[in-house]
Each structure stands twice: as structure tokens, then as C-alpha cells.
């Protein structure tokens, strides 16, 4: 991507290398962690999930496991963002960036995604500004290694997007969130996505002129994905209509949001 960086680059320099192939003994199941924790937010159970991560990252800790570690540090930093704990939320992108540097991580697709994991979570805790040249070492990692359609990119550019909106940058930001709409309407059901990018959207034509009329525009396309026929109404559904329920609120469109959050309830009662 052809674009001016707002700040200093990323010295990737310390994150990069020869990646660390080394075993660690005896490690933790990753996957079966994860389709637990898929379970429990399936059904809502946020605080529990928390707790959850938490213990299986001390046992990886305590075993030496760092690729487990980090695999529960991923996981962690978007369970943070859930719940809003900011002080833990940068500890743990601290703690993530920290093991990629030790491991010389940078260069791979599973360093880089951890990474745009914890650029993510700072930029949703105020360090938008720092988060930027992180999501660029991303783009380079991914740039190199995917397929210009991966639905990778899609989460990407969109949270470029949103840092880029952050630190007043329309123009960047209007043209990463169409990159993002670009890769992610190619994916399977991208409904839940689409929606939360038009909402994002929504905010950032707001923030720079309330009468713009394509605050609107927006909202009432995400309200048209977010009832497509052919969207399932699982748990993830009802995590993205929970977190487009405020925004519908906020622009006046309180019947919209009163029916999302009752959506949202149902999902996970019947879950």
C-alpha cells in the first residue's frame, strides 16, 4: 500500500529473524482451549471466558510454552477488549509484542496476527497513534505471504481504519474502511463484518460533520445485513449485534437497537 505513515515507522529490526522452531516440552492444547472458550461465548459467558484464558495462560507459562502463551495472549487481548479492562488489555500487548521480539516472530503470519491483535487492543485503549506503524509491519507480513483477497486483510484494514479515525485522518480512514468492505464481501457470510464497518463508518462521517447524510446511509445498510436471510443467528451474530445496538441508539434509531439487543438475549438464552 502506497501511503504516508503519520509517525515513526515500526522498527521491526528486534522482531525479526530466524523464527525460534525450538521444542518446548511438554505444551498446552491450543485448539481444544479454543473450541472451549468458542463455547462459552456462545452462550455469553464473558467473565467466565476471561478467567478461563487467564489460567490456561499460566499453565502454558509455568510449562515453558511460550507458543501457547502467545496463543492465549491473542486470545486474551480480544477478551479485554470485550470487557474494557484497559490496564490489563495493554499488559497483555506489551507481554505479546515482548514474546514475538524474544522468539523473532515478526516476519510470519502467526507472529504478524498477534500482532495486529495487540495493535487492535491499543488502539481501542487510546494509543491509536502508536498502533499505526504496527498495523503497517502487518500489512508488509501479510503483503508477502497472502493472497491479496485473505480474509485477513479485511480485519486489517479496518482497524487501520479505525486508528486512523482516531487521530483525525478521514481520508485515510474512509479509504481503508472500503478496502476492508473490498475483501470482506468476497468472504462467506460477511454480513456480521460488513455491518460493524458501516457502523464504524457511520461514527467517523458523524464525528466530522453531524449532518452528514451518509450517517444514515450507513446505519440503515448495516441494518439490511444484519437481517439478511442468509445470515445465521449464532453466538457470533449475537456478539455483533451487541455491539451495534449502541450505535444505533446513539444516531436515533432506537427501535433498531431495542430489537438487536432483544436478539442478542434471545441467541444466547438458547444457547
Known amino acids: ?29 491450543v485448539p481444544s482451549i479454543i473450541a472451549q472458550l468458542d463455547k462459552m461465548y456462545e452462550q455469553g459467558d464473558e467473565n467466565n471466558a476471561e478467567q478461563f484464558l487467564e489460567q490456561w495462560r499460566e499453565r502454558a507459562t509455568s510449562l515453558g ?6 496463543g ?46 495487540a ?40 482497524n487501520m481504519a479505525l486508528s486512523y479515525a482516531d487521530i483525525g485522518d478521514t481520508a485515510s480512514a474512509e479509504r481503508f474502511f472500503k478496502l476492508a468492505m473490498q475483501v470482506i464481501s468476497r468472504c462467506r457470510n460477511p454480513e456480521n463484518e460488513l455491518a460493524v464497518t458501516l457502523c464504524n463508518m457511520a461514527e467517523m462521517y458523524y464525528n466530522r460533520d453531524p449532518e452528514d447524510e451518509r450517517v444514515n446511509d450507513c446505519m440503515e445498510k448495516a441494518w439490511e445485513y444484519l437481517n439478511s436471510p442468509d445470515l445465521p443467528w449464532n453466538g457470533y451474530h449475537a456478539f455483533t449485534v451487541s455491539k451495534c445496538a449502541p ?12 430489537e438487536l439487543k432483544e436478539r442478542a438475549e434471545k441467541i444466547y438464552a438458547g444457547n
Open 1 to 29: 500500500m502506497d501511503y504516508q505513515e503519520p509517525c515513526c515507522p515500526f522498527d521491526a529490526t528486534p522482531y525479526t529473524g530466524t523464527p525460534d522452531t525450538a521444542p518446548t516440552g511438554e505444551t498446552i492444547d
Open 119 to 158: 495493535a487492535t487492543t491499543m488502539k481501542c485503549f487510546g494509543e491509536a497513534k502508536a498502533s499505526i506503524p504496527m498495523f503497517t509491519q502487518v500489512s508488509r507480513v501479510y503483503s508477502a505471504n497472502l493472497d491479496p483477497g485473505d480474509y485477513r486483510f479485511g480485519g486489517l484494514y479496518n
Open 247 to 258: 450505535s444505533f441508539a446513539y444516531f436515533g434509531f432506537f427501535l433498531y437497537a431495542k
Open 65 to 70: 510454552d511460550w507458543r501457547g502463551e502467545l
Open 72 to 117: 492465549m495472549l491473542s486470545e486474551l487481548l480480544g477478551q479485554y477488549r470485550r470487557s474494557g479492562n484497559k490496564e490489563k488489555g495493554l499488559t497483555a500487548a506489551k507481554d505479546a509484542t515482548e514474546l514475538i521480539r524474544s522468539h523473532r516472530m515478526a516476519d510470519t503470519v502467526s507472529g504478524a496476527t498477534v500482532m495486529l491483535n
